[in-house]
C-alpha cells in the first residue's frame, strides 16, 4: 500500500468462475481512492463476488487484484486484511463476545493499550450515536439499528484505509435506514476513506456513493459518476435498473 | 508362544519404580552369589526372587476361583511371603495371560481347563505331563488339591424329577428346554458343543453370566444351566446334578498354577494343601461363603488353622466389604484419566480433521469401530499389549471416550456459523486467533457435551476394570456376582450411579462458569 496516486482497487485480467460456470471473463476496472464506489445490480451479476476478491475471501483464476497499488498477498492475508474494514449485511457480532470486545476484537489482538481501544471506540461510538453504556451488553441484548451501527465501528476500529460494505445497510427497517446512512455519510466527512459498497438497491447507492459501477452477470455495463449514470445511462439495461426503483 | 507383544518399554511403564529397583537387585544378588561361589545354588535360587518382592495371588471371578485364591494367599502369607492379590479376574484367558505375562504368580485352576482351553490339548494327560508342557511356557503346575471340580448339568429337582430325567442323556427328549450356559461354556470345544455331539442334544443354548445364572434357574426363567460339582448353591436351592453316564466330561484336579520363578518355600507352603481339600469339603467351604455370610478371608483362615498348616490366630475382617473408600478412589483414577487422555488425543484430532469431511469420516468410523468391540472383550485384548491391572484398564476406557468425544467435537466445530468464520476471516484475524477467539468458544457448549457423555460412559464401563485386576467399585460387584450376592452387587453399583449423577452436577457447574448464561441456550438450536 505504497502509491499514493494509485486508485484504491484495481482488478486487471480478471477472470472468475464456479462449479464449471463463468462468471468474469477478462474484467478491467479501477475503483477511486478516497471516494464511495457503488457496486450495483440485480442479485447474480456477481457484485459481492467482486467485494470478496479485494479482500482475498474469493481468489481470481486469472488476472490480478490491486489495492492501492499492490497485488494481494495470498500468503499474508489477515496482515493485509486488517487494513481493509469488512462489514456484512447480516452483521454478524459474535454472540459469545460483549460489544466492547466484538468492536475491539482486533485491537486487542493488535495489542493496542486500553486506553487507546476506549479513546478510539468513544470517537467511533459518538460518530454514529450510540451509547457508551451498550458496551457491556452482549449482541444479542441490543436494537438491530444498534448492531447494525457496532457492526461498522467494528470495520473501522483500526481506521482502515478501505471499507468494505456487502449489504451492510440492508438488514434494518427503512427509518433506521435512514439513519444509519445519515450516521454513516458523518462519519465519511470526518473520517475520509475510500469505500466500496455492494447493494442492490439503486437508491441507496444514488444517494451515497461518489463513483457506481452497474453491472449486469459476469460485466459491468456502466462506471461513472451517479450524475452521468441517471442523465446518460450507456445502454437499455442501465436504464432498466434506474426505472426499476421504487 | 509365552508373550505376545511385551515391548521393554511397556513392562517399564506398568512395573515402574518397582521393577527398576528389582533390576538393581538382581544384578546385587547376583555380584553376591560370585563372591560366595559354593553357596551359589542355593543363594542363586533366593536370589531369583527378592524378598521384597511380593507374590502377585490371582483368581478368576467364580466364589470357588476367590476363596482357593484367598487360601493360597494366607498360606503363604504364614509361609512368610508378602503377597498381593488380585482376586476375582475376569475368565481363563485374563488369569492365563496374567500368569503367563508375570503379572501375576500364582492362581488356582483346573486340570480340565488347562489341558483344553489354556494348552489346547484334546484329552487331559497325566498330571506330570501337564507340568511338562507348563514349563515351555515358564510356568508349573503343583500338586492337585483333591478334589475333582467336572463341568456339570444343573437343574431344579422338582422340573427334573416331574420330567424324569436323571441322567444328561434324558434332556434329549426334552428338546424345549430353555438352557442357558456360561459363554465360555457355549465356545470352549469340551463344553456345549462336544457335549451336545455326545448325547444328541438339540436345544440351542442362551449365553447367561455364571454369577446370575442359579438366580435364573431358581426363578424358572432357564430350566437347565452348566454347573460345577463342588458349588455350595446346588445343595442350598435344591438342584440336582444330571449324570454324565457316558462320561463325557474330563477330570477337573483343582491344582496352584503358578509362574516356575516362584521360589521353593513359596511352593513348598502351597504343596501343603495337596489333598486336603475332598469334593464335600470343597462343597462345604463354598457354602460357608454363600450361606453362612462369612467373608471368603475367615472362611480361609479357617479352613486353614483346621487343616493343621498354621496355629496362628490370624486378624481378619469379617465385614461385608471394607473397601469402598479405596474403590471409590481407584474408580474415579481410572475414569479421570481416562477421561484427560481422551481429551488430549480427541480434541486436536478433531480439531486437525474436521475440515476434511473425508478424513472426519474416517475417523469416526475408526473410532465407532473401536466402540463397537465388546468391553470384556477390549479388556483381554489389552493384556497381551499392557498385562492386567490400572494400564490397560484406563487404555481400553480411553478407547471408548473417544467416540462420544471426537464426534461432539467434529460436529460442535462444524455447526459454528459460517457466516461467523466468514466474518473472523475478512476481517483479518489468523487461523490460530479465529480458533481461539471465535470457532472454539462458539464450539464449547456441545464439545463439553460430549466429554460429558464420555465421562458417564466411562464411569459405568470402569466397573469392568476389576475383571483385570484394575479394582475400582466393580470390585465389589464381581465378588457380589459371584457369590449371589445381591448386596455386595449393589455396594459398587450404587457409588457408581452416584458418581454419575455427580459427575452431571459437576459438568453443569462447570458449564455455567465457562460459558456466558445467553451461549448455554444455543445447544438446543
Known amino acids: 500500500m505504497s502509491d499514493d496516486t494509485a486508485p484504491a482497487v484495481r482488478f486487471s485480467g480478471l477472470h472468475k468462475g464456479f462449479a464449471g460456470q463463468r462468471l468474469f471473463e477478462g474484467i478491467d476496472l479501477e475503483l477511486p481512492r478516497d471516494r464511495i464506489t457503488a457496486l450495483v445490480g440485480a442479485s447474480g451479476c456477481g457484485k459481492s463476488t467482486l467485494l470478496q476478491l479485494i479482500n482475498g475471501l474469493i481468489r481470481p483464476d486469472e488476472g490480478e487484484v490491486k489495492v492501492f497499488g499492490a497485488a494481494v498477498d495470498y500468503a499474508n492475508l489477515p496482515a493485509m486484511r486488517r487494513r481493509i474494514g469488512y462489514a456484512v449485511q447480516q452483521i454478524g457480532l459474535f454472540p459469545h463476545l460483549s460489544v466492547r470486545d466484538n468492536v475491539a476484537i482486533l485491537a486487542d489482538r493488535e495489542g493496542w493499550s486500553a486506553e487507546r481501544v476506549k479513546a478510539r471506540i468513544a470517537r467511533l461510538f459518538q460518530m454514529m450515536d450510540l451509547d457508551m453504556a451498550l458496551l457491556t451488553r452482549y449482541p444479542h441484548e441490543i436494537s438491530g439499528g444498534q448492531a447494525q451501527r457496532v457492526g461498522l465501528c467494528r470495520a473501522m476500529m483500526l481506521e482502515p484505509p478501505l471499507l468494505l460494505l456487502d449489504e451492510a445497510f440492508s438488514a434494518v427497517d427503512p427509518i433506521t435506514r435512514i439513519e444509519v446512512h445519515a450516521q454513516f455519510q458523518r462519519m465519511q466527512q470526518e473520517e475520509p476513506r475510500s469505500v466500496v459498497m455492494v447493494t442492490h438497491d439503486m437508491n441507496e447507492a444514488l444517494s451515497l456513493s461518489d463513483h457506481m459501477v452497474v453491472m449486469a452477470p459476469g460485466v459491468v455495463l456502466q462506471a461513472a459518476s451517479p450524475d452521468t449514470i441517471t442523465t446518460a445511462p450507456a445502454d437499455e439495461r442501465v436504464a432498466r435498473l434506474l426505472e426499476a426503483r421504487a | ?525
Not at chain 2, 538382581?26 to 553376591?32: E, I, K, M, T, Y
Not at chain 2, 442334544?201 to 455364571?210: A, K, T, W
Request: charged content about 20%; overall charge negative; aromatic content about 6%.
Open chain 2, 1 to 525: 508362544m509365552k508373550t505376545l507383544m511385551t515391548t521393554p518399554v511397556l513392562q517399564r511403564s506398568r512395573r515402574g519404580l518397582s521393577g527398576a529397583l528389582m533390576v538393581a537387585g538382581l544384578a546385587l544378588a547376583s555380584l553376591g552369589a560370585l563372591v560366595t561361589s559354593p553357596l551359589a545354588s542355593a543363594e542363586e535360587k533366593a536370589a531369583a526372587w527378592p524378598e521384597d518382592k511380593p507374590i502377585v495371588v490371582g483368581s478368576k471371578a467364580d466364589r470357588e476361583g476367590h476363596l482357593l485364591g484367598e487360601i493360597f494367599a494366607q498360606v503363604l502369607e504364614d509361609a512368610g511371603f508378602t503377597v498381593e492379590r488380585r482376586l476375582g479376574l475376569g475368565q481363563t484367558i485374563i488369569t492365563y495371560q496374567g500368569l503367563a505375562e508375570g503379572e501375576l504368580d500364582v492362581y488356582p485352576e483346573y486340570t480340565g481347563t488347562l489341558a483344553h482351553a489354556i494348552l489346547k490339548l484334546d484329552d487331559v494327560p497325566a498330571l506330570e505331563k501337564l507340568d511338562e508342557l507348563s514349563r515351555e511356557q515358564g510356568l508349573r503346575v503343583l500338586e492337585p488339591l483333591g478334589f475333582n471340580n467336572t463341568y456339570a448339568v444343573s437343574m431344579r429337582r422338582d422340573q427334573a424329577e416331574s420330567l424324569g430325567i436323571s441322567t444328561i442323556g434324558d434332556m434329549a427328549d426334552h428338546p424345549d428346554l430353555s438352557v442357558a450356559m456360561s459363554h465360555e461354556f457355549i465356545k470352549r470345544p469340551d463344553g456345549w458343543p462336544g457335549l451336545a455331539a455326545e448325547y444328541g442334544l438339540s436345544q440351542v443354548p442362551r449365553g447367561i453370566e455364571h454369577g446370575i445364572a442359579y438366580q435364573a434357574l431358581r426363578e424358572s426363567k432357564i430350566d437347565a444351566t452348566d454347573a460345577y460339582s463342588t458349588e455350595g448353591d446346588i445343595k442350598r436351592f435344591d438342584f440336582v446334578l444330571l449324570d454324565d453316564d457316558k462320561g463325557y466330561f474330563p477330570e477337573y484336579l483343582a491344582v496352584p498354577f503358578v509362574n516356575a520363578a516362584l521360589p521353593e518355600d513359596a511352593v513348598a507352603a502351597l504343596n501343603q494343601l495337596a489333598g486336603s481339600l475332598d469334593e464335600d469339603s470343597m462343597q462345604a467351604l463354598n457354602a460357608r461363603v454363600s450361606t453362612d455370610e462369612q467373608s471368603f478371608a475367615q472362611v480361609a483362615s479357617r479352613f486353614i488353622q483346621e487343616q493343621g498348616i498354621t496355629t496362628e490366630q490370624r486378624e481378619v475382617s469379617g465385614a461385608k466389604w471394607d473397601k469402598l473408600g479405596t474403590n471409590l478412589i481407584e474408580h474415579l483414577q481410572l475414569t479421570l484419566s481416562a477421561l484427560l487422555l481422551a481429551c488430549l488425543v480427541g480434541l486436536p484430532l478433531s480439531l486437525l480433521v474436521y475440515r476434511n469431511p473425508k478424513v472426519s469420516r474416517v475417523v469416526l468410523y475408526v473410532t465407532g469401530l473401536l466402540q463397537t468391540i465388546p468391553s470384556i472383550a477390549l479388556l483381554a485384548l489389552m493384556i497381551p499389549l499392557f498385562g492386567i491391572g490400572v494400564v490397560p484398564a484406563v487404555i481400553a476406557l480411553f478407547v471408548y471416550s473417544l467416540l462420544p468425544i471426537i464426534r461432539a467435537a467434529i460436529t460442535a466445530l462444524l455447526t459454528v456459523d459460517p457466516l461467523l468464520v466468514k466474518v473472523a476471516r475478512g476481517m483479518g484475524l489468523t487461523r490460530r486467533e479465529q480458533l481461539r477467539h471465535v470457532i472454539l468458544p462458539l464450539a464449547t457448549p456441545n464439545l463439553l457435551t460430549g466429554i460429558k457423555t464420555a465421562a458417564i460412559i466411562n464411569i459405568g464401563t470402569a466397573t469392568l476394570a476389576a475383571f483385570i485386576g484394575a479394582g475400582g467399585l466393580g470390585e465389589p460387584i464381581v465378588t457380589g456376582l459371584s457369590l449371589n450376592d445381591y448386596d455386595l452387587v449393589l455396594y459398587g453399583a450404587i457409588p457408581a450411579a452416584l458418581l454419575a449423577i455427580c459427575a452431571e452436577l459437576l459438568f453443569e457447574l462447570f458449564e455455567r462458569l465457562v460459558i456466558p448464561a445467553h451461549m448455554r441456550g444455543l445447544k438446543a438450536r
